[in-house]
């Protein structure tokens, strides 16, 4: 049984496994922000721990089959460096895995943070969609909604 679960999880299986796993938690950021099912489900560890789950398993396969995480470091060398790690499907599996937790992190960090601030959800919902498609901007379009909620501007929160 194991082996039928091992051999299910191929790399294409594990990208529509996680696109489609993280869903639920964004479609309850957006829609029932301020819920109990989202502060226990969405905004705590829970769906950290399953996408690291997802991690682990994307390196051990990547062990199993000789991978060479060493080549990984040389992505500071420069584009070119970078473009030929994205050569490599287990490799692009393990950067798409650390975008969608991060992503998902940073959704849950803008809800619990606009909670403080009494936004509005529907305004909320913006930078929330915003996030989950391209994290770093919406995350900025939440801090200027942010800005005129708390009337105030502070680089240390």
Known sequence: MI?????????????????LGVLPFWFILIFFPQSHICRFFVTSIFPIFILSGAYIFILYKSYLIGYD???????YLGLNQLSRLFEDDLYIMIFWSHFVAINLFLGGWIVKDAEKFYINKILLAVPLIITYLIGPI??????????????RMSLYE
């Open 3 to 19: 082996e039928q679960i091992y051999s299910y999880f191929v790399i294409e299986t594990l990208y529509m496994w996680i696109n």
């Open 69 to 75: 995480f060493y080549s990984n470091f040389t992505l």
């Open 138 to 151: 919406g995350l900025f379009i939440y801090w200027i909604i942010r800005i005129f909620y708390a009337k």
